[in-house]
């Protein structure tokens, strides 16, 4: 497998250096920055596969940083955050994050995250020759990764389109977070709650699903998601 290259951003100099050595043993090759204006240098000189993002950098904050790493094509990102605010969580995925870590954090945890997104962009660029999902008006295309509705494509991220897809392959089937967690991050999170209701808020926005009855993806409270079948109300 060809070597993956990870950006570090982080201003705290030993905490970058600490990330920098541990993934670098785990056979990453590592970048490292230290504020916002550098790491988007660093980016577009050797667009990394993965970045570890600090949320609370000096100047232009990671939210920015993450904005702007997004805007010509997708990458990865791992947000680092000092507060276990819900309100930091969703605006980072917001801007396009895939996951988030809490600090003060392990290693171990760190290079689990890591490798979990690893996994999930081998996936992603498997070819595959999966017919396309058709439920009600919308046709979800895991080869080409688009989701149209009523033929008019729906811009959504990696994350989404996966949970998407994950609920939509067995409509009627009340999914958990948890199992969601797994089944799309590759892994459990004592927070993942939060963070899976987070996407699915976002995909009913995109999809126009918001309403009181909505047409696709119904909760079930206590549990957690379900795309509906015909026939459903």
Same mark, same amino acid.
């Not at 596969?49 to 920015?64: A, Q, R, W």
């Not at 409509?171 to 977070?177: A, F, I, Y």
């Given at each position: @497998?060809?070597?993956?290259?990870?950006?570090?951003?982080?201003?705290?100099?030993?905490?970058? $250096?600490?990330?920098?050595?541990?993934?670098?043993?785990?056979?990453?090759?590592?970048?490292?920055?230290? +504020?916002?204006?550098?790491?988007?240098?660093?980016?577009?000189?050797?667009?990394?596969?993965?970045?570890?993002?600090?949320?609370?950098?000096?100047?232009?904050?990671?939210?920015?940083?993450?904005?702007?790493?997004?805007?010509?094509?997708?990458?990865?990102?791992? @947000?680092?955050?000092?507060?276990?605010?819900?309100?930091?969580?969703?605006?980072?995925?917001?801007?396009?994050?895939?996951?988030?870590?809490?600090?003060?954090?392990?290693?171990?945890?760190?290079?689990?995250?890591?490798?979990?997104?690893?996994?999930? @962009?081998?996936?992603?660029?498997?070819?595959?020759?999966?017919?396309?999902?058709?439920?009600?008006?919308?046709?979800?295309?895991?080869?080409?990764?688009?989701?149209?509705?009523?033929?008019?494509?729906?811009?959504?991220?990696?994350? $989404?389109?996966?949970?998407?897809?994950?609920?939509?392959?067995?409509?009627?089937?009340?999914?958990?977070?948890?199992?969601?967690?797994?089944?799309?991050?590759?892994?459990?999170?004592?927070?993942?709650?939060?963070?899976?209701?987070?996407?699915?808020?976002?995909?009913?926005?995109?999809?126009? =699903?918001?309403?009181? $009855?909505?047409?696709?993806?119904?909760?079930?409270?206590?549990?957690?998601?379900?795309?509906?079948? +015909?026939? =459903?109300?």
């Amino acid at each position: @497998m060809t070597e993956r290259s990870i950006l570090v951003v982080d201003d705290e100099v030993p905490i970058a $250096e600490a990330v920098r050595a541990r993934l670098a043993s785990e056979g990453y090759h590592v970048r490292v920055a230290h +504020d916002g204006p550098e790491a988007l240098r660093a980016s577009a000189e050797e667009r990394p596969d993965l970045v570890v993002l600090d949320l609370m950098l000096p100047g232009m904050d990671g939210l920015e940083v993450c904005r702007e790493l997004q805007r010509d094509a997708w990458i990865p990102v791992l @947000m680092l955050t000092a507060r276990a605010d819900e309100a930091d969580t969703v605006a980072g995925f917001a801007v396009g994050a895939d996951d988030y870590l809490t600090k003060p954090f392990s290693m171990r945890e760190l290079t689990a995250r890591v490798r979990a997104i690893v996994r999930r @962009m081998e996936r992603m660029n498997q070819a595959t020759s999966t017919e396309p999902i058709t439920r009600f008006d919308l046709t979800i295309d895991a080869a080409r990764r688009r989701v149209l509705r009523a033929s008019e494509e729906v811009s959504l991220t990696p994350l $989404e389109f996966d949970i998407l897809a994950a609920l939509a392959r067995a409509p009627g089937v009340v999914q958990s977070r948890d199992q969601l967690m797994d089944r799309v991050w590759g892994y459990r999170d004592y927070a993942g709650g939060r963070v899976v209701d987070s996407h699915v808020a976002r995909i009913r926005r995109k999809l126009g =699903d918001e309403a009181a $009855e909505p047409r696709y993806i119904r909760t079930v409270h206590g549990v957690g998601y379900a795309f509906k079948e +015909d026939g =459903d109300h």
